[in-house]
């Protein structure tokens, strides 16, 4: 197939689809044989595996040597672009029924971002992007939400369950930003964090000790969608630090302040 941006989201939509109609199928139904702890508060299911084995099988049948990141498999190391993996965000709300998780995938290539999808199969919504060509839910184009101030924004976050030893400053930017602003909203995926931040549902967004599965492909919908995404301190570096601040753009500089003095780099 050939290596285009529009290519790689064909892929990408199909893939994820794919995926979130294996997890369907099991949904409400897991056994307990088939749920593992990898560490304290991080799960990880059968269908997280077989996710994300479904979602490379037909990966490679277009793009045989592309590299590819899944969280389940690790690192894979070809030529071309990478496709970076998140089979389903949100195992401890998938395991529990709580109706918030989803499928990401995120693929760069010549060092940018050139298509990213996160696919929420509870609710049919496909959040999709390639690069300079917008971002669309369910093939209708969506922009960020036009709040500008931080006082009248909804906001959402991640509760840092890896990061113990930094749970105190991020509860500082917590109680900062919780003072500051309307509300917060915790969901548990942060890939759909980042794509209501994207359509608007949400003005923005923060969390700390993400992986880059969790972040590719939303980070592309906020910037197709005209919003902005750094770490914390406003550089562009996210992807590897996984300390991510995403908003509509028009609050970014007030949350920035607020998550630049409370949270200290790693």
Not at 43 to 69: C, G, N, W, Y
Not at 99 to 113: E, K, Q, R, T
């Amino acid at each position: 197939m050939k290596e285009t941006k529009e290519n790689y989201l064909a892929v990408a939509q199909k893939a994820a689809m794919a995926a979130g109609k294996l997890l369907m199928r099991s949904y409400g139904k897991l056994k307990n044989s088939q749920i593992h702890t990898k560490s304290k508060n991080d799960f990880v299911t059968e269908l997280d595996k077989r996710s994300e084995a479904l979602i490379i099988s037909m990966i490679k049948r277009s793009f045989p040597s592309h590299s590819i990141q899944g969280e389940e498999s690790g690192l894979a190391e070809g030529t071309g672009a990478l496709w970076i993996i998140d089979p389903l965000d949100g195992t401890a709300n998938y395991i529990h029924r709580f109706p918030l998780f989803s499928v990401s995938i995120g693929v760069m290539n010549h060092g940018a971002l050139q298509a990213g999808v996160v696919y929420d199969p509870l609710h049919r919504e496909l959040f999709s992007a390639a690069r300079g060509k917008g971002a669309h839910l369910n093939q209708k184009r969506f922009h960020v939400s036009k709040v500008s101030r931080l006082s009248d924004a909804l906001m959402t976050t991640g509760i840092p369950f890896r990061a113990r030893n930094r749970f105190d400053e991020y509860m500082d930017s917590f109680k900062e930003i919780s003072l500051a602003s309307s509300g917060m909203r915790r969901g548990g995926s942060a890939a759909l964090d980042l794509a209501y931040v994207a359509c608007g549902r949400l003005d923005g967004f923060w969390e700390i000790n993400l992986s880059a599965w969790d972040i590719a492909a939303g980070a592309l919908l906020i910037k197709e969608a005209g919003g902005k995404i750094t770490d914390l301190w406003g550089k562009p570096d996210y992807l590897k630090s996984g300390d991510v601040l995403a908003s509509n753009g028009k609050i970014h500089s007030q949350l920035q302040a607020i998550t630049a003095k409370t949270l200290y780099k790693k």
